[in-house]
């Protein structure tokens, strides 16, 4: 029990850290390093998704022969429709962006801006939470190692997400203690749906690799739909793209040497 709340809380951290930025920085993050850790974020998720989340389903289905994707394949586009039907009934407002997403609402532009990162954070509380289902269940195919891995990538780019969010809302007039709060806010979702996955989880064993390409389909979901846009955005769209490789290295390195 005592691993798998450090495992959920891990991330969380990541969030906080990255919000308490604002406490020692002056200035707004220039765009080019906010493209930078949108794209390292990406990264670290796109690397996340398959080698600690889908690689895994599949190996876990090995024993339905030429069929062995179908788990994999149905979680993967369970996970897209679901946050498909998040992005579309949750009012959320994305940095940088002055058009609300989701349906029209009366909240406050940094109610919007936290709900909008508060929804891009569900996936990754529930990837965390099914590794640690299946690591705690006996399922194999999940080391102790492997589920660290994932906790610490999801931390590592949770840190430069904390300061998106922060240091926006700071600079549009928000106080540093105010704009602090509202950034570990954001991050509370992880360990919440991280903990509900791994009940879920827990009490269905056999639907482990569902649950593990059900994370992976909902983490890829907010990096094509959101993170890749906005890494690409403006000129020196390359800034981006370097970030994106080094955070999708240092995962897939993070995942082998300790899985």
């Known amino acids: 029990m005592k691993t798998i709340i450090i495992g959920l809380l891990i ?11 604002v406490f020692f920085l002056k200035n707004e993050l220039k765009t080019g390093v906010q493209r930078a850790l949108t794209g390292f974020a990406a990264g670290v998720m796109v690397a996340a998704s398959i080698w600690s989340l889908i690689i895994p ?11 062995a994707f179908a788990p994999a394949f149905a979680g993967f586009w369970a996970g897209i ?22 349906p029209r609402s009366h909240l406050t532009r940094t109610a919007m801006l936290v709900l909008a990162v ?38 590592i780019q949770n840190f ?40 879920l989880a827990g009490m269905i064993v056999p639907a482990m ?15 094509v739909e959101e993170l890749i846009p906005e890494m690409s955005a403006g000129e020196h769209s390359n800034i981006g793209v370097i970030s994106f490789a080094v955070g999708f290295s240092l995962m897939m390195a993070l995942d082998v040497a300790l899985g």
């Open 11 to 21: 991330p969380f951290i990541g969030t906080s850290a990255g919000a308490a930025c």
């Open 57 to 67: 389903a599949i190996e876990q289905s090995e024993g339905m022969g030429s069929f």
């Open 81 to 102: 429709l679901f946050l498909l039907l998040l992005d579309h009934v949750i009012p959320h407002l994305h940095v940088g962006i002055e058009q609300a997403e989701g």
């Open 118 to 155: 508060t929804l891009h954070n569900i996936p990754e509380g529930m990837a965390v939470g099914v590794v640690y289902a299946g690591l705690v269940s006996g399922s194999g195919m999940i080391t102790a190692g492997g589920a660290l891995a994932l906790a610490l990538g999801i931390a």
């Open 160 to 199: 430069p997400e904390g300061a998106i969010i922060s240091m926006p809302l700071y600079a549009e007039g928000k106080n540093k203690p105010r704009s602090f709060a509202l950034g570990v806010l954001s991050g509370v979702v992880e360990p919440v749906f991280g903990a509900l996955t791994v009940i």
């Open 209 to 223: 690799p569902y649950f593990l390409s059900f994370a992976a389909g909902a983490m890829l979901y907010v990096v």
